[in-house]
Each structure stands twice: as structure tokens, then as C-alpha cells.
């Protein structure tokens, strides 16, 4: 996965700076400042790196970063952990780096992140760390960051030990193990005896879903930031890219914008729920803009909340802070809305239940709803539906008692187009048809100039159109006939899966 090329032949150059950078260091009378010390061990590091030695590299931006806390060494301890093929150690130490400088890394430090991150093949999850400012922390020995830190660890789902360095001494926990698709909170502190005190707790978990897609990234990246900041101070968290990325690897790439796909995707990470954020209008504060932002529960499988957030001349930043403000007021009432069960019995099994209309699952039926009344339908093909309101009591379950009877109804089939489109070409040329038909009956036997001749004369040429008033009838009528039939002819049954 590593995007440096080994090159054995800078082996003597790595060496070379390494050995200047100490050499100097002894020699000189005044001590460099532990910048300028740091940028060096830095290019030492790098140097390494792109010999071949990954660990002396990592040991070398570690010692830049313990002496002068410098960002790009985060970005070095990530190069040195991609070549050794630590995929999510370096996937977090370069998440932490760009939270780190702001997003003002240069594009090709950009695209080395982006394509590790890409090519990212294991479940990744988010543990946020609350410890004394300015510790250094350190997981399963490795320094990963120093307090507060800019944003979530990024860690494989296992079992790792977690330490911090302070001025007192060195604190350790004990072995904690993380979820696979969970989000952590975890906060340490100094206990005694050099053993970290240890609590962690699993957030709650949203998948987040930004449309349109054309959305611009900086606006997109503003708008996940202004979400998360909302979910944290509601002890809460989203899923992460990374995690997400992985779970899309095996779906179609429009999975996000497809109908029940996110909810599929946060039951696999475990989220709790799915947050919808539509942009509408410019974000740049030179037009009326807005968001729709909704709350779809997965237990439920219910909408839990929804509101718009609207301004017309504010800021991007006001407009931002707006969204979090709702977004922190609806995961707290969906997180409130009382809940009960609904549970359905009944034959034929299999049969498809839909609550408010959306599909919910099958009979036989059990899944947690929200208090309140319902329109819960079951239905299969080849079945009368059944249609029922049902009020769901908090804490209680709504029992039904379903038997479908077997009859001509098939609420999912349609009538084929080709049906309705000949039925109905077929009925208006039956309708004209009929109508000529008559006409040649009505004037079959009259004078053909249309003028009655004196008494006792006969017309010259008459009409005798019986035969072909006849067929014109006689074609419309079974035209007319044919087409209504084919319009009301019902669908096919469909099969059951």
C-alpha cells in the first residue's frame, strides 16, 4: 500500500543526515532551538523512510514531535507506519496530521493521504480520547498525538492499551476492547502506581448522508464538521468515512442515494440512526439558502425527527452554526420519542408488513416503533390486503391477529404500459369506427345528391351502404369491446420471494 518507492542506494544519505544531524548537534556551542532540531530529525526521518528503514524513520519523527510537537511529524510517523504496513495506524496518524494544520497541507501531501485512505481495506473504528492537556498518548506503545487531540482516534476493532505521558510519569490501562463499527468515547486519567484510569463508553452512532452529490467538497467537509461538533455535545458520534468506505466496497457507488441503503448500512456499522442533510441554494451567503435535515431511526425504521433550517442573509458561518443547533435539538428528540412494539401473527407466512408505507418485514412480525397510531398493512400477491390503524402505547405491544384471504388482488402488480396504450388506441378507433357505421346506416336508401325528388319520381342513384355501415358498426363495436378489456385486464401474479 505504501506510495514511497524503496530506493537502497540512499541508504548512505539517510545515514549521512542522520549522522550530521547528531554530529552538529554535539559539536556546536550553542544548542539549536528544538524547531530547529525537530525540522531535522524530520528530514533524517524522511530520509530513512525513503531508504527503506521505516522503524528508524518512525523513531526519528517521534523524537521531532516529543521536542517541538511539530505537525509534519505526525505526517512522517504515517509514512513510516504505511511502510510497514500499519494501514490504519497511518490512516489515523494522517487524518490527525490534516486536522492538525487546517487543511493547509500541499496537494501532493493531499493525494498520498487520499489514496491510503482509499485503498483502505480493514473495518476502521473512532474512539474519542479525553485526557490532561499536553499529555502524550500513546497507543499499544506507539505515539499517536498530543492532548487535546484535534480529532477521534482511528483504531481496528481488538484489543489495545492506551497510555498518556505527563510531566509526573507515565500512566497505562489496562487491555480495552473495541467494538468492531462502534464509536468509543474514552476518557483517561493518572491513577497510581503508573496505571492509567480507564473509562470508556460506546456513542451512539449516526451515518451521515449529504446531497446533492454535486455538493462541493470544502462545503461538504464544513457541514460533516458542523454535524459532528452537534453529536458530540450530545455524547454521540458519526460513522466514519473510513468505516463507511469499506462497508461501500461491496455495494453500487450511488448505495448513499438509494432508498433504504443507508439504513442497511448503518444496522452493518451499528449506528443507531441515519442523519439526511440536503443543501439547497448557495451556502455562500449571497442567496437565500437552507438545509432539510432528517433523523431516520433503524430500530424503528422510522423517521424520528425532521426540520428545516432556513436563512436568508446570514453568513456561511451563521447558516453552519444554525444546522448544528438543529441537528443537536433532533437527535435529543428522537432519542426521546417514546417507544412500544408492534408484533403480527397470522397466515400466510411471509407475507410483506408495511408501517406508514414503508416496508418493515414479514409475517410473521416484531419490531420496536414509535408511541402513537400507525397504518400498519400486510399484504402478499395473490391476497386481499389488510389494512389496520394501530396505536402503539409507550412501553406496551400492539398485537395483530392477520389471515389474508386468498383473492384477485395484487397490490404490488401494475398493469403493463403496452395494455393501457393499445386498449386505448384500440378503443378510440372503435369509438370512430362505430360512429361511421352509423352514419352509412342512417343514410342507406337516400337519394345520393341529399334532395327529395318530386311526388311520383324516384331518385336517380340512391345509397346502399348496409353492408358497409354494417362492418364499420359491427368492427367499432368489437374495437370498443377488445380495448376496455385489455385496459381492465389485471396484472400477472408475481411470485413471492
Known sequence: MSVLKVQPARSLGWMAATFVFFILGAASGAKPAPAVQGRDAIDAGMAAIQAGDAEQGARLCEKAYRSAALTDALFCLGLAAQADGKAVLAA????????????????????????????????????????????????????????????????????????IELPSGGFESDALTIAEGRAAQLNLAPGTKGVAVAVMSLAPASVLVLSPASLAKPWADQIRHAVTDALIKEQAALVSEERLSVLLQARPPECLSQPGCPEVLAEQSGARSVLRVSAQGALDGTSSSSFQVSVHDVATGQQAASTEVRCDTCSAESLLQKLGESVQRLIVEANNRPRGMITAIGT??????????????????????FAGEHVVTVEKDGYEPHVRNVLVVFGQTATLNVNLQQGTSSPSGRRPRWHIAVGSVALALGVVSTGFGISALTVNGACENGFMPPDGQQCTRIYNSTALGGGLLGAGLALSVGGVLLIAWPPPAQSSH
Open 92 to 163: 489515523d496518524l494522517f487524518r490527525r496530521y490534516l486536522d492538525s494544520v487546517g487543511g493547509q497541507a500541499d496537494e501532493v501531501t493531499k493525494r498520498t493521504i487520499s489514496q491510503h485512505i482509499a485503498k483502505l481495506s480493514v473495518a476502521a473504528n473512532e474512539v474519542r480520547l479525553t485526557a490532561p492537556d499536553g499529555a502524550f498518548v500513546l497507543v499499544d506503545k506507539v505515539l499517536v498525538g498530543r492532548t487535546p487531540l484535534p480529532g477521534p482516534l482511528l483504531l481496528q476493532a481488538g484489543s489495545h492499551r492506551f497510555a
Open 348 to 369: 400466510p407466512a411471509g407475507a410483506r408488513v408495511r408501517i406508514d408505507g414503508q416496508a418493515a418485514g414479514t409475517l410473521p412480525f416484531e419490531r420496536m416503533s
